[in-house]
């Protein structure tokens, strides 16, 4: 089993940035892609970003490209840079594992966090 821990979420106003970050902890070995997810209320769990295992290879979806940044450091943990934040962001933000960024960006995921609310103010 693999444990991911989410912190760095809460209130922002808009035009803010947060940054999130996730650890992993337990069976941790192998190769594995990191990322994220978020739901909003009322809405599905949609895909955020992802990272290879070696941090060469990054994978955003469309409405986040520019805003956004995925970042890895000593493997087990991931960080989300959020800048220009919006109102529309708000949302719980995931952490996730899965074997590939290609399977991450298709929901194929092997272990999720419980997620840390992020909120943008107008």
């Known amino acids: 089993q693999v444990q991911l821990v989410e912190s760095g979420g809460g209130l922002v106003q808009t035009g803010g940035s947060l940054r999130l970050s996730c650890a992993a902890s337990g069976r941790t070995f192998g190769r594995y892609a990191m990322g994220w997810f978020r739901q909003a209320p009322g809405k599905e769990r949609e895909f955020v970003a992802a990272?290879?295992?070696?941090?060469?290879?990054t994978y955003y979806a469309d409405s986040m490209k520019g805003r956004f940044t995925v970042s890895r450091d000593n493997k087990n943990t991931v960080y989300l840079q959020m800048n220009s934040l919006k109102p529309d962001d708000t949302a719980v933000y995931y952490c996730?594992?899965?074997?590939?960024?290609?399977?991450?960006?298709?929901?194929?995921?092997?272990?999720w966090g419980r997620g840390t609310q992020v909120t943008v103010s107008s």
């Open positions: 996730a594992t899965a074997s590939t960024t290609q399977a991450m960006g298709l929901g194929t995921i092997d272990y």
């Open positions: 990272i290879s295992w070696s941090g060469g290879t």
